[in-house]
């Protein structure tokens, strides 16, 4: 299969991220949307990781079945805090067995609970150099344009502690953002401290206007009240709502590619419909 490092290197790439379905009905419509976004030929395909290994083996399962029967280039995304060293060692050689190349180092979200071993590593730059002792995988990290939502509010700290897990890194995926400026002003600071990886941005089409505020709310990113008044003027008719929501994310994907980025990851929610429409306005 393909390091998305060479994808990356040969031109912009178009990736959809989904998370394993946890009921049979879920995962028959994860098929179906697998097999509806095949003939946009994504250049790959991402599987998130629930925080803790919650939903290790369904992870894996997942990426091999789509690289393995479905011929797309996928991505593990994997999480290290609350997990020992030797587990994720152990999930990483099963991932080269399966020839999985390609992995999204993510720390995780701390647990809740204090009495959970918080486990052997703490950060994604620690889990990079994990990663790179177990076999020669292409490695993508988190950034988050808005910052960390752990950042505490520290911008430097958080574009230094970004820049040094980047060099790392082979390139970065973006937490989603509704408008351009926090994503360029992030590539400006990250190139200040001499960072020139590739940094994808993360496209999230609103399908369902409180669903997203409630996302963005948890991921850090501010839904714009601009945007929230557009969408509070169509709220009584769903059809509204998702045509605007895919226009949105239309424009500001053009406004992303006349600028030159690397590519757009697309984070589906498993539904295919959304990235199928985005495509077909900008004649992909
Ligand atoms: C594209 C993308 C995909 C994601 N997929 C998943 C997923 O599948 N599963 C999931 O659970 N979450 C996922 N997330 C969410 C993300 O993992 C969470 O934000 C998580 O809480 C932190 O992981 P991280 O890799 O961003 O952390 P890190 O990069 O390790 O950073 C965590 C915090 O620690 C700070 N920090 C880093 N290094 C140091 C240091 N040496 N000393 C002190 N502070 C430091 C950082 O500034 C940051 O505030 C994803 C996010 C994005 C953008």
Do not use: W
């Not at 990781?49 to 992870?59: K, L």
């Not at 996928?74 to 020839?99: D, F, K, P």
């Not at 177990?134 to 752990?150: D, K, M, S, T």
């Amino acid at each position: 299969m393909t390091k998305i490092s060479d994808l990356l290197a040969a031109g912009p790439t178009y990736s959809f991220e989904f998370f394993p379905p946890k009921t049979d009905e879920a995962a028959r419509e994860l098929e179906k949307t697998v097999s509806e976004l095949q003939p946009l030929e994504p250049s790959f395909v991402s599987v998130t990781y629930g925080a803790g290994g919650s939903t290790r083996d369904r992870t894996r399962d997942v990426v091999t079945h789509i690289q393995q029967d479905a011929g797309i280039t996928a991505m593990a995304h994997l999480t290290c805090i609350a997990h020992t060293r030797q587990q994720l060692v152990s999930l990483l050689e099963e991932y080269r067995a399966a020839g999985i190349e390609n992995i999204l180092a993510l720390a995780g979200d701390p647990p809740a609970d204090p009495t959970v071993d918080p486990g052997d590593l703490r950060y994604a730059s620690e889990l990079i150099g994990l990663i790179k002792g177990v076999g020669n995988f292409a490695i993508g990290v988190a950034a988050h344009p808005e910052l960390h939502p752990r950042s505490g509010g520290d911008r430097v700290a958080d574009r230094d502690y970004l820049a040094a897990k980047l060099g790392q890194a082979d390139f970065a995926i973006t937490q989603f953002f509704f408008e351009p400026e926090p994503y360029f002003r992030m590539l400006d600071e990250l190139a200040d401290r001499g960072s020139d990886k590739p940094v994808l941005p993360g496209i999230m089409p609103v399908t369902n206007a409180g669903q997203v505020k409630r996302f963005a709310e948890l991921a850090g990113a501010e839904f714009p009240p601009v945007l929230a008044e557009r969408f509070a003027a169509v709220a009584d008719d769903p059809a509204a709502v998702r045509a605007l929501g895919v226009d949105i994310a239309t424009d500001l994907c053009a406004e992303l590619l006349d600028y030159g980025v690397p590519g757009l990851h697309f984070y589906t929610l498993n539904r295919s419909t959304a990235s199928r429409e985005i495509y077909a306005n900008l004649g992909l």
